[in-house]
């Protein structure tokens, strides 16, 4: 159960006690620039984004706060099969105190959902769809096996974009296209590593927990090498019971 009174407290720009929720959302604001891409993930002080095969282990009260924060100034929520897989997905992705707030505040009700898939191994009987407050949609790609789009196809939208997987450009190109251009991607580390490669990180949310997971978990980021170092820059640095929770953006944007 979220502690609402956690107490959050800002190291960077400038020291602050104990934030309300006001003063995070405004920190934590999209930027005027659409699309905008950012990504939130959790990471282990000994860089694990995972303990036993999931990440919530790894959260504190002040980061759950924050996720559930950040979830509420999105269009749209995109993540990874894989993601979806491990860490379910299934009901509503806000409170119904946060779908209020993003009512009066000019934004959907529930974020929509997008998912990236190339091999559609999702089942269209699961909660992920049955459950869901809106019609989740799914990247694929050309080569997506089309029975299997068929089937998923009864209850989620299917986007093809890419040929031989799913085009990340393609992905933010039309999600802005409907009016989904403040992206919130949360994960997990194959759709990160793809975006990094793509350079197509607007800005990284980073909680650092921490907890050392020692083992074999994987890090926030993951496939094969990105053509170059991309650098972002530090925006925000906040505390809470010693995690810290750094925002990271774009140099420039
Ligand atoms: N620490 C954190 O903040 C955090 C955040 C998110 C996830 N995680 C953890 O990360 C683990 C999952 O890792 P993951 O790398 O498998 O997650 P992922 O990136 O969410 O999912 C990978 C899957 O997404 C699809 N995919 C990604 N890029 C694609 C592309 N360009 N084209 C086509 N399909 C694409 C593929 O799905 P198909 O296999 O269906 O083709 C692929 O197998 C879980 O243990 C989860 O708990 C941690």
């Known amino acids: ?28 604001a999209y930027p005027e620039r659409r699309p905008w891409v950012r990504f939130n993930f959790i990471a282990s002080l000994d860089g694990s984004a995972t303990h036993h095969g999931v990440s919530a282990p790894l959260g504190n009260d002040g980061d ?31 409170s119904s105190a946060d779908s209020r707030w993003r009512e009066a505040n000019g934004l959907s009700a529930h974020p929509a959902l997008a998912l990236i898939s190339g091999r559609l191994d999702l089942d269209p009987h699961s909660e992920l769809f049955s459950r869901s407050p809106v019609r989740p949609l799914i990247f694929t790609s050309a080569a997506a096996e089309p029975g299997r789009s068929q089937e998923l196809a009864g209850v989620a939208d299917i986007v093809i974009c890419g040929e031989d997987s799913v085009d990340s450009r393609g992905c ?18 194959s759709v990160f590593g793809r975006y990094i490669a793509d350079d197509g990180v607007d800005e990284l949310c980073l909680s650092l927990s921490p907890l050392l997971s020692g083992g074999a978990g994987q890090q926030i980021s993951s496939g094969s090498d990105s053509p170059g170092l991309r650098r972002l820059e530090l925006a925000s640095l906040l505390e809470s019971d010693s995690a810290l929770y750094g925002r990271w953006v774009r140099p420039g944007a």
């Open 172 to 189: 933010v190109q039309w999600l802005h296209g409907r009016g989904l251009g403040r992206i919130l991607c949360e994960g997990g580390p």
């Open 64 to 94: 759950r706060r924050l996720f559930a924060l950040i979830r509420r100034l999105c269009d749209v929520i995109l993540v990874g099969a894989g993601t979806v897989r491990a860490e379910g997905y299934a009901g509503p992705l806000v």
């Open 1 to 28: 159960m979220l502690n609402q009174q956690t107490r959050i407290n800002q190291l960077l720009p400038q020291p602050g006690a104990d934030l309300s929720d006001e003063e995070l959302l405004n920190l934590y």
